[in-house]
């Protein structure tokens, strides 16, 4: 049992390691990975990195193919309008259902956020700011206490990172109005106006579609 618990863990590693240099741009779409370099760079064997690449294969994060090995997989265009239009289904969905109806524990939680994000903006740190802007989002749809909703919301997510952090690198002023608009979807969500917060989040959210086009 030891064992397994082991190679799990190693599988859960592995698999954030490689994730995590994908979506914040370390590794772009295209370059190639090999089975070798993985084991060494992250100290492993290459079972736990090959059941990690799979995972990643089903995101859609990385190609696998037995004569080029392990490809970065480009994010086209129709793929980011797709999880454009997913996301903002999903988002606009609990915004209007959590308007009006969340206790302070839940606020505390987006303010605390925040709070980090104004200091990753002080800091000019992009990939800092969108890992708080990914939890900050991520925190809304916890509020739905919706298992379903927030596995859908994180697989999107994962993806969407790549096309926020475009959309900052290219427009560095974009933080302080992307901030501003989440302290606006804060606030409407303590209100009593669904519509508003809906409004307010499809905004928000409709941004990085006119950016990307």
């Not at 080029?68 to 997989?73: A, D, F, K, P, S």
């Not at 454009?84 to 109806?101: D, F, N, P």
């Amino acid at each position: 049992m030891e064992k397994q618990q082991t190679a799990v863990t190693l599988r859960d590693q592995a698999f954030e390691a490689i994730k995590n240099r994908i979506v914040t741009g370390e590794w772009q779409g295209g370059m190639f990975l090999s089975e070798k370099l993985l084991s060494e760079l992250l100290g492993m064997s290459k079972t736990p990195i090959r059941s990690a690449l799979d995972r990643l294969e089903m995101m859609g994060l990385v190609k696998l193919s037995p004569k080029q090995g392990v490809i970065v997989q480009e994010v086209s265009l129709k793929k980011i309008l797709e999880i454009y239009e997913l996301r903002l289904s999903l988002e606009t969905y609990a915004v209007r259902r959590l308007t009006g109806k969340m206790d302070a524990a839940f606020f505390a939680g987006l303010d605390a956020n925040m709070a980090q994000q104004a200091e990753a903006i002080a800091n000019e740190d992009i990939i800092r700011y969108v890992e708080l802007d990914r939890q900050f989002h991520a925190l809304i749809i916890a509020g739905l206490d919706n298992e379903e909703y927030t596995e859908v919301m994180s697989r999107i997510q994962d993806k969407f990172l790549l096309v926020v952090r475009t959309t900052f690198n290219r427009n560095k002023k974009r933080l302080a109005g992307s901030i501003e608009e989440h302290w606006q979807i804060r606030h409407a969500l303590a209100g009593n106006d669904p519509e508003l917060t809906v409004q307010l989040t499809q905004r928000h959210i409709e941004y990085v579609k006119k950016i990307m086009l």
